[in-house]
């Protein structure tokens, strides 16, 4: 939303999210989290609330009535933030990491979005 350039007019990416996470010790195998875990928990939330929808500043009206005029599986993701790379790392350090890892004792410390190959944006403590 209010977007200066091309990516003014509603488009989409392919992302690849990378997530740095530690722990105050490691678990009896030598793990701060079995990746498997990481991957059901955090991307579980990015599969079920990110994939195959649009990203929508919830302030983007006029976007917004078009994605939900249109025939979907989905609904759009409606979000407080503008969903730019730098703001979804932003997110899933602070909101969803520590929600989906609750429990566990894993703090996640750095979230990389990867926009394009030379595109990355991200967000640590």
Known sequence: M????KCSTA????YYVR???TA???DEIGRVIDFGVLKEKVGGWID????HTFLVNRHDTDVLAALLSMPRAKDPFVCDFNPT???MAHFLL???CPDALQGT????TKVSVEETSNCIAEASR
């Open 2 to 5: 209010n977007h200066e350039s």
């Open 11 to 14: 488009h989409g990416h392919n």
């Open 19 to 21: 997530i740095t996470a």
């Open 24 to 26: 105050s010790s490691l």
């Open 48 to 51: 079920t609330n990110w994939d």
């Open 85 to 87: 790379a730098e703001e």
């Open 94 to 96: 602070d909101e969803v």
């Open 105 to 108: 004792g894993v703090t996640v």
